[in-house]
């Protein structure tokens, strides 16, 4: 940034950092009168850094911040579940125990309504994936629990169910 005045004079560090008045920031893209903290405006809604004066006189200007930070860009194709992996039973996913939950959906189930069910990729110790969707209640607590804690895998070392006229009922991790 140039910091003369049309007369070709030199702008002092105050006039420089004062009179812009009303701009929208970078940050939260409101319209606001920057904050001046020692050589830095910052604004007062969000708290985030402006325009800085660095040392040897030049002006540090955010214009376009990034908009997210890498650690949170997720790839598109961890937003869905793996369709081409193989479905299993639950008798066969308990047979695979220990084993690690590493994505997981829910959804409302179709066939019963005001019911979901998850659908979950999984890993067993010994590297083979599966997909294991079930509609327990259990499961789903446990997988919505997972989600508010933030987790983005779940250890699973038991599969507990009952089973009532053949099907299995109460299912239940551990």
């Known amino acids: 940034m140039d910091n003369r005045r049309e007369g070709g ?66 790839p598109a194709s961890e937003l869905t579940v793996d369709w081409s992996l193989e479905r299993l039973p639950i008798n066969e996913v308990k047979a695979r125990t220990p084993f690690v939950i590493y994505n997981w959906h829910i959804r409302p189930s179709r066939f019963r309504p005001g019911t979901d069910y998850a659908i979950m990729e999984c890993e067993d110790n010994q590297g083979r994936k599966f997909r294991w969707n079930t509609s327990g209640k259990a499961v789903i607590a446990s997988l919505e629990e997972a989600e508010r804690r933030g987790a983005q895998k779940i250890l699973v070392r038991e599969v507990l169910y009952d089973e009532v006229g053949g099907r299995p009922v109460n299912i239940r991790i551990r």
């Open 9 to 74: 004079e030199e702008m002092s560090e105050e006039e420089e950092l004062e009179g812009f008045g009303k701009r929208r920031c970078p940050h939260c893209l409101e319209l606001i009168t920057p904050e001046r903290r020692d050589n830095t405006l910052i604004c007062p809604k969000c708290g985030k850094v402006i325009e800085r004066k660095l040392p040897g006189g030049k002006t540090l200007r955010i214009e376009h911040p990034e908009e997210e930070e890498e650690e949170n860009i997720v």
